[in-house]
């Protein structure tokens, strides 16, 4: 009914920039919040950040000045700026929605997720 694809994910440096995208696709009437949560290995999922349709943003205390999530309501896609990423911040990085459908049923829907590597 509704998928979410995310795409941007890979290897970088100590220090450097990765964006990632998320587009969600289907039987969409609207979308409250969109977000993106982590897992790294060995670890418990966690939120990173997220922000409603309204734009209200909360993130989590590690990603801080560092990381900047943003949505395109109209695309129905949420980014996520990472700058001045650490190896801490490797892990598998999910995209999360809550999401009314054309039928008003209400779905929480995940994306399949993305690597994010990074290397010191």
Do not use: H
């Not at 995310?6 to 609207?30: M, N, P």
């Not at 409250?32 to 418990?44: I, L």
């Not at 395109?72 to 949420?78: I, L, Y």
């Amino acid at each position: 009914q509704v998928q979410l694809v995310e795409s941007g994910g890979g290897l970088v440096q100590a220090g450097g920039s990765l964006r990632l995208a998320c587009a969600a696709s289907g039987s969409i009437f609207s979308i409250n919040v969109m977000g993106w949560y982590r897992q790294a290995p060995g670890k418990q999922r966690e939120l990173v950040a997220a922000i409603t349709k309204d734009g209200s943003i909360n993130y989590a205390d590690s990603v801080k000045g560092r990381f900047t999530i943003s949505r395109d309501n109209a695309k129905n896609t949420v980014y996520l700026q990472m700058n001045s990423l650490k190896p801490e911040d490797t892990a598998v990085y999910y995209c999360n929605a809550g999401v009314t459908t054309l039928l008003l049923a209400y779905l929480e829907v995940w994306g399949q997720g993305t690597l994010v590597t990074v290397s010191s």
